[in-house]
Every structure is written in structure tokens, then in C-alpha cells.
């Protein structure tokens, strides 16, 4: 999985540092760390994070931070 940073300017802010080759997280792994710093996240939310996450990444690094597909439904992204 990539190594998390923690930016002492930002306090609570994440960053996943972007990871390089074949080392693909996968979306539980990227579900684990947004839980462990948002505990109580519920699972609509969780899902939207994790869809944003995937965009954010897709379009700073032109790779995907983890394997699983994202779809965006008419009720959100699942």
C-alpha cells in the first residue's frame, strides 16, 4: 500500500504518497486509513470519498490509486 504523510501545516489533513509500478492498493487498504482518521465515517460517505480519492488521483498522477472500478449511479458513486 502507498506510505501515508501527515502534513504538520495542515493537522488532520491526509495525503497517500503516490505510489510507483505495479504497487496498487486496493480499496479496502484506502478504506482502512479514511476510517482510521474519520472514525464514525458511515458508508455513503465512505464511497464518495473513496470515488474522489480515485478521480483526484487519476487525474494528479494519470494512474489509479487502487484497482477496483468506480461507477457513478444517479444516488452517487458506488
Not at 489533513?13 to 482510521?36: E, F
Not at 460517505?45 to 468506480?70: N, P
Amino acid at each position: 500500500m502507498a506510505a501515508e504523510i501527515l502534513d504538520p501545516r495542515h493537522a488532520g489533513v491526509v495525503t497517500v504518497k503516490p505510489h510507483t509500478g505495479d504497487m496498487t492498493a486496493s480499496a479496502h487498504d484506502i478504506a482502512a486509513v479514511l476510517r482510521q482518521h474519520l472514525p464514525g465515517l458511515d458508508v455513503l460517505r465512505l464511497h464518495k470519498l473513496l470515488y474522489y480519492c480515485q478521480g483526484h488521483h487519476l487525474a494528479a498522477f494519470d494512474e489509479s490509486l487502487f484497482r477496483e472500478e468506480v461507477f457513478a449511479w444517479d444516488n452517487g458513486p458506488v
